[in-house]
Structures are given as structure tokens and as C-alpha cells.
């Protein structure tokens, strides 16, 4: 029997539509913050004043913490037991929290020092990502649980990614938004005021992640609501502790050297000339001793071992191993091109700007254009991917996305071809003001740069069918798990997954940044930049997504795991345990 054999959906396993759609707002919730944060924070900088070093630092801390608070708070969603279910007074609480927590970290004015200001952000930042991972991790975990059905699964995660495309649709014009003086204006100066905008802007974004988070909570069904308590989690702290191998103790060290490796880049060697190579690989050695030991008294503790047993069985299911190394090329591919795309654009595509303050008015309102045409083309595109699984199947459906992608970012060479000219009339246009005049800004830059327009069409298929096809495959893998170990863990599958999400977004940061300094990048010469460090700029946002991509291709090829495969998995289940 083929992927593709015949299948219809049986009735009970459909998800009704308002199911699908109350699930979907907790997209808006999810995104919401996803796409506004990282540009919102520019205000610490640009209106605040605060220095990008402290500025980095205050936003690497709360990754971290997010970072290791999404395994405890998967962990803790599948064995929580309530009267509302498991998940749902995670998702109910933590989006309230979360909601209020992001409204407030950014009430920030000047007159206060940088001090306060950055302590005060931290805060709150910290409350925040604590209170975000105690809603999403459970919500993104319950909609592996909505349905059995194999493309019933990919129809939901459809829906949801069609939903999140609506936060997308605004946020590329964040700091059209923070600049308009019309809308925000120092009372005193009559400029632009982009702190008391942010300020705004965050109430507003808090609002919708309240209103987008609480309704899943209220309105979901649980399938797996009123499972079996877990067992008691006993075992002796000494014992654990005697009984490590020398081979485990010594990967650990190796993984644990790794990461402060990793954390060794944060570390400037001009804001800390005393921090020499020596000094750094000395740090190195020691913070990887420091943080094995630390693991291996949590370790030791029962319930903390029980987590870490959990995160470890998650690896033992290649088929994750797989999804998991799939998202991480075909998602870090796309971000390490981010990082060029902005300084090709303002430096390379309006380099015959009369200064660079036109330039970067351009290219703010040409990536405006581009941001918003590709979230309306990703969302045009959801259903037809989704089509395209059930025609195909799951993985013969990677094959068509992924090289539509690569297609795409391979346009963008003649896109990028297409450098402004110096006669333009665009360079009076930006200095105009009003409505009118913004859109016809906006056209003029569409229509001379069609090409790069042309490219996110194409380029959208690659991120659009990770997080549609792969998290509906991650509910399949949980049906795997269930049949494996007699338990049902979507949080803790989900709190790797993601978690692996992140991760590679740090590394990216890390590569984007050093990769950029390799081109010989200097933004103090704005639009000066030489040719060299054009042409190589282009050709690492060229190339890289393509590699990446081409490398996931070959991952995903090794996935054997079919639709008949799914079916016989959920039928072993539900002899085994009843339906759900």
C-alpha cells in the first residue's frame, strides 16, 4: 500500500471548524510576539540610548532562562492533572501573565536613567518568557492531540500557520509605525516619538496575546484530559550520583565545553581586552567543568532525572532526530540569509542614495513591501502545501517545497541586480508626508523592484512546510512515543522541538554576526561599503539557504515513515488502550 493510497477522513476524527479556528487564535497569540519583539527592542538603543552591548546582554539572559524552562514546562504539562486537563490551566494562566507582562516591559521614559530602564526591562522580560513558555509549549501540544487522523493533523497546523500570518502582515512596518509622528509625537519637540509609541504598540500586542491565548484554554477539547496520574517518582540522590559512567561523564564535559564555547563569542575582546585567546580557551575548559558538574547534581535529583530521561528518550525516535535536523537547516538557512538581506538592501540596492538617512528610509519601506507581500504569499500558499500532503503524502511533499524554495532565493541574484537609479524620483518622494504620498512610495518600489517581490512567492514553500508538515508530523511521532513507552508526552516532544528552534537561532545570531565582519562590513561607511563586501554579502544571503536546504533535502529523503506506517501505528494503539 502507497503514501498515496486513497483515504478519507472518518467523520469523528474531523476537527469542526471552530475547533480548528479557536486553536488558530492561539497563532495570533504565538506570532503576535514572535514578530514584533525583535524589532521593538531597537528602542532601547535608538530611543533610550542604551548601549547595544547592555541592550545584547538583556536580551541573551531571558533566552536562556526560556530556554531551559521549555523541557520543565513540557514535562510538567503531561503529567499535570486537573480537573481542567493538562494543559489547559497552563495555557489559560500563562497567557494572562504573558499578555500583561509584555504590555508593561516596555512603559519605559527617557527621564528615568539607562540603569533603571534596563533593569526594568530585564525584569519584566524574564517574567515574560517564563509566563510565553507556559502558555505556548502546552498550546502546541494540545494540537497534537486534537485528531488521530494523519492528514487531518496537517490540516489543523494549515490553519494555524494561515492564522499567524496576520501578526506578519503588520510588523514589517514596526518602525514605520514608531516613527510617524502623526500617530506619535514628543509633545515638547513635535517629533517623532518612538518610545511612547512602543509603549502603545506593546498594550495593543499584549491585548492579543490575552484575547488569542485564553480561547484555546476555554473552548479546546482534550483528548487526553483524564489520563492515568503518573506514578510517584522515587530514587536515592547518592545512588544516582555513584552511578555514572565515565563514558556519560565525559560526554557531558565534551557537550557541556561546547556550549561555553558558544556562550565565549558573547564576550567582546573590545569591550574586555583582558579576555586573550588563552584567557578565553581557559574560560572555556573550566565553564564546561563548572556547567557538567551543575548537571550532574540536578541530575541526581529524581525528579529532575525523570526530565532528563524524558529529553533523552525524545532523541531515541529517529524519525524527530530527523524533523528536528530537517527545521534546523531549512529554518537557520533562511535566518542566516536575514541577516544580509537588510544591509544588501540599504547599502547595495540604494547605494545611489544622495545619503545613507535616504537609503535606510528606502529600504525601510522596500522591506515593508517585501515583509508583507511574502506573509499575504504564505498564506495563499498554506492550503496549497497542505493539497499537496494529502496528494503526495508528507515526505514526497518536501520534494516540490523545498526546491520552489531554493528556485526563489536563486532569484534573488537578478533581483538584486536591479539597484536603484541616482535620477530616481523616490529620493524627493521620502521626503513628502501623508497617506497618499506613503503608498505611492510604496508602489514606485514595488513596481522597480518586481523581481525581488517575485522571489517570495517561491522562498515562502520552505518555511511554510516545515512548520505545517513537521509539526504535523511531530502528533504522528507522538503516536509512536505512545506505542513505545505506554505514555503520552506531546509537551515534552514540543519543548525539544522548540527548544532545538531556538538554539539554532542563537547560533545563527552568532555565525550571521562573524559572517558579516568577514565581508569586511563597516556601517559607519553606511552606503560606502566596498565592492567586495557587496558582492560577498549577496552571495552568503544567496547561497546559504540554498546549501541548507539542499542538505535537508538529502535528511529528509532518509524518512521512512508513510501514511500506511501512521495508520498501523494508531490502530495498535487503539486496540491497545481504546480510542481517545
Known amino acids: 500500500m502507497s503514501e498515496v493510497a ?5 467523520r469523528e476524527d474531523r476537527i469542526p471548524v471552530s475547533q ?3 486553536y488558530s487564535m492561539g497563532s495570533m497569540a504565538n506570532d503576535s510576539q514572535a514578530a514584533w519583539i525583535g524589532q521593538m527592542v531597537a528602542v532601547l538603543i535608538l530611543g533610550l540610548g542604551i548601549s547595544p552591548a547592555l541592550v545584547g546582554l538583556i536580551g541573551f539572559i531571558p533566552r536562556i532562562f526560556d530556554g531551559i524552562l521549555d523541557p520543565i514546562i513540557g514535562f510538567s504539562s503531561d503529567n499535570a492533572r486537573t480537573r481542567y486537563g493538562r494543559r489547559k490551566p497552563f495555557i489559560f494562566w500563562g497567557a494572562i501573565i504573558a499578555g ?6 516596555f512603559q519605559l521614559y527617557p527621564e528615568n536613567s539607562n540603569t533603571f530602564n534596563g533593569w526594568y526591562f530585564l525584569i519584566f522580560q524574564i517574567i515574560f518568557f517564563g509566563a510565553f513558555t507556559c502558555f505556548s509549549i502546552p498550546w502546541l501540544a494540545l494540537g497534537y492531540e486534537l485528531t488521530p487522523d494523519y492528514h487531518e493533523r496537517t490540516a489543523l497546523q494549515g490553519w494555524s500557520r494561515i492564522m499567524a500570518q496576520i501578526p506578519w502582515l503588520i510588523s514589517p512596518w514596526c518602525w514605520a509605525i514608531l516613527y510617524n509622528k502623526n500617530w506619535f509625537s514628543n509633545p515638547q519637540t513635535g517629533e517623532a516619538d518612538p518610545v511612547l509609541g512602543a509603549r502603545v504598540i506593546a498594550m495593543i500586542i499584549g491585548a492579543v496575546i490575552i484575547a488569542g491565548g485564553v480561547l484555546p484554554a476555554i473552548f479546546n477539547k482534550e483528548h487526553f484530559a483524564n489520563l492515568p496520574k503518573p506514578k510517584k517518582i522515587t530514587g536515592d540522590f547518592i545512588k544516582n550520583i555513584k552511578s555514572q559512567s565515565i563514558k556519560f561523564i565525559s560526554r557531558l564535559y565534551a557537550a557541556c565545553s561546547a556550549l561555553s564555547f558558544l556562550f565565549s563569542f558573547y564576550v567582546s575582546s573590545e569591550s574586555f581586552p583582558w579576555f586573550t585567546l588563552p584567557v578565553r580557551i581557559t574560560a572555556i575548559l573550566l565553564g564546561g567543568a563548572v556547567l557538567s558538574s551543575i548537571f550532574l547534581l540536578l541530575y541526581a535529583h529524581p525528579v529532575l532525572k525523570k526530565l532528563f ?6 532523541f531515541k525516535i529517529k524519525l524527530f532526530v530527523k524533523i528536528c535536523a530537517g527545521t534546523f537547516l531549512v529554518f537557520n538557512g533562511f535566518m542566516l540569509s536575514s541577516t544580509f538581506i537588510l544591509w544588501v538592501i540599504f547599502f547595495h540596492i540604494f547605494k545611489n542614495a544622495p545619503d545613507t538617512g535616504l537609503a535606510y528610509s528606502a529600504g525601510g519601506q522596500l522591506l515593508g513591501v517585501y515583509g508583507t507581500f511574502s506573509a499575504i504569499c504564505t498564506a495563499l500558499i498554506i492550503p496549497k502545501i497542505v493539497w499537496l500532503t494529502k496528494k503526495l503524502g508528507k515526505k514526497s511533499a518536501f520534494f516540490v517545497t523545498i526546491p520552489l524554495s531554493i528556485i526563489g532565493f536563486a532569484m534573488k541574484w537578478p533581483a538584486y541586480l536591479q539597484v536603484h537609479p541616482a535620477n530616481s524620483e523616490l529620493w524627493t518622494m521620502l521626503n513628502g508626508s501623508g497617506f497618499i504620498n506613503f503608498i505611492k512610495v510604496c508602489w514606485l518600489l514595488a513596481v522597480d523592484h518586481w523581481l525581488l517581490l517575485a522571489c517570495a512567492p517561491f522562498i515562502v514553500f520552505g518555511l511554510g512546510s516545515i512548520f ?3 509539526l504535523s508530523m511531530l502528533a504522528d ?13 506531546e509537551g515534552m516532544f514540543t519543548a525539544v522541538y522548540w527548544w532545538m528552534v531556538k538554539m539554532g537561532l542563537a547560533v545563527s545570531g552568532l555565525l550571521g554576526g562573524a559572517m558579516l565582519t568577514w565581508t569586511g562590513f563597516n556601517q559607519a561607511k553606511g552606503i560606502g561599503q566596498s565592492l567586495s563586501t557587496l558582492l560577498w554579502m549577496r552571495i552568503l544571503d544567496i547561497s546559504i539557504p540554498i546549501v541548507a536546504s539542499l542538505i535537508a533535502i538529502v535528511v529528509i529523503a ?6 500506511k506506517d501512521a495508520y498501523d501505528v494508531r490502530k495498535q ?5 481504546g480510542k481517545a
Open 468 to 470: 505545517t508538515i513537521f
Open 558 to 563: 532518509t524518512i521512512h515513515f508513510t501514511k
Open 100 to 105: 500583561i507582562c509584555y504590555a508593561l516591559m
Open 6 to 10: 486513497s483515504h478519507v477522513t472518518a
Open 20 to 22: 480548528k479556528f479557536v
Open 309 to 314: 530521561d524524558n529529553i533523552a528518550l525524545t
Open 477 to 489: 511521532i507522538c503516536d509512536i512515543d505512545e506505542l513505545k513507552t505506554g505514555e503520552r508526552r
Open 573 to 577: 494503539l487503539e486496540e491497545r488502550r
